[in-house]
Nanobody
Framework: QVQFVESGGGLVQPGGSLRLSCVFSGTSFNHRTIGWYRQAPGKQREWVARINYNNGTGYVDSVKGRFTISRDNNKNTVYLQMNSLKPEDTAVYYC????????WGQGTQVTVSS
């Protein structure tokens, strides 16, 4: 059974940084493309970043140059380093398989506010 558990969120001031973690349970992690997504209050969930099996990455325009996605296949974990955070980054952040979406986890809340 495939499962994703997100952590690392919190309250941070504008301009601050956070690192989110996504721990995967299941099979074939090394071959999967994993994505980070976010959902702000009153908005639809949107894709933020993805990383494929050979560390190729992609980002939504609004986070390019500020966010970095990475993976540790030995730990079945994908990270999202978020720098220069803005209030508009406030959302619940989720991870999932980018190709075949599975059940969503509980996510981790990121709040950017002074």
């Amino acid at each position: 059974q495939v499962q994703f558990v997100e952590s690392g969120g919190g309250l941070v001031q504008p301009g601050g940084s956070l690192r989110l973690s996504c721990v995967f349970s299941g099979t074939s992690f090394n071959h999967r493309t994993i994505g980070w997504y976010r959902q702000a209050p009153g908005k639809q969930r949107e894709w933020v970043a993805r990383i494929n099996y050979n560390n190729g990455t992609g980002y939504v325009d609004s986070v390019k140059g500020r966010f970095t996605i990475s993976r540790d296949n030995n730990k079945n974990t994908v990270y999202l380093q978020m720098n220069s955070l803005k209030p508009e980054d406030t959302a619940v952040y989720y991870c999932n398989d980018y190709i075949n979406t599975y059940n969503w986890g509980q996510g981790t809340q990121v709040t950017v506010s002074s």
